[in-house]
């Protein structure tokens, strides 16, 4: 059976796990702690980062990008047959998508109104860029979950924690990606694709009283402060 080595919040693993669960492939997942990595990790990771898929076959594949490359080649297509132009813009929408995983972890980390405007803007970028190319379809390609979902849904599904946790809405004032990130969770993958326990893990790190979400404030669309009703801001 495949295993992924992880790292519980990491957004990283969670595609690819998200990419098992859409294509039913079974796996197990092994967790390690980042501040204390083992050397058999280490020895299989030459970047020393999380995700390390191990193949059926007993071969570790490090690097997201790789191991969504082979899980895709691997096994049956989520989309087959698609025209190669068509794939390879997948593919950058895709890597768009995994670009601003850490953007997203950083402005959820923000530890002031300031640094969340800034941050949040950088990921907004992100957001508008996908929003105009987004279609009436169901998913980004149609009415079929593909690879462009599964990289975004990582993104979408931490926003939507955010939202409901805080009252913060990265997303804000884009419908399509609104409705997109409904459907996405409708799917129940993001879910399936992290512990059960994820979203404490989630919160209590990215929620936390260093972080400025995590003490009750917030920001409106404008950058302004907004004091919500568990308490003040700082």
Known sequence: MIKVISFKICPFVQRVTALLEAKNIPYEVE???????????????????V?????????????????VEYLEEAYPALQPDIPLEDKAINRAWSTLASKNYLVQCGAQRSADAETLKERGAK???AFDKIESALGDNTFFGGE???LVDVAWMTLLHRADIIERRTGYDFIGQRPKLKKWQQ??????IPQKAVTADFEDAFSDF??????YLGR???????????????????
């Not at 501040?35 to 990771?45: A, N, T, V």
């Not at 990215?206 to 972080?211: A, I, M, P, V």
């Open 31 to 49: 967790l390690i702690s980042l501040k204390d990595k083992p050397q058999w990790f280490l020895d299989i990771s030459p970047n020393g980062q």
């Open 51 to 67: 995700p390390v898929l191990i193949s059926e076959n007993g071969t570790p594949i490090f690097e997201s990008e790789a191991i």
């Open 123 to 125: 990921l907004g970028t």
């Open 144 to 146: 079929k979950l593909g």
């Open 183 to 188: 459907a996405l969770l409708e799917t129940g």
């Open 206 to 211: 990215y929620l936390s009283d260093e972080t």
């Open 216 to 234: 009750g404030c917030d920001v409106t669309p404008d950058g302004s402060d907004r004091s919500r009703a568990s308490g003040s801001c700082c």
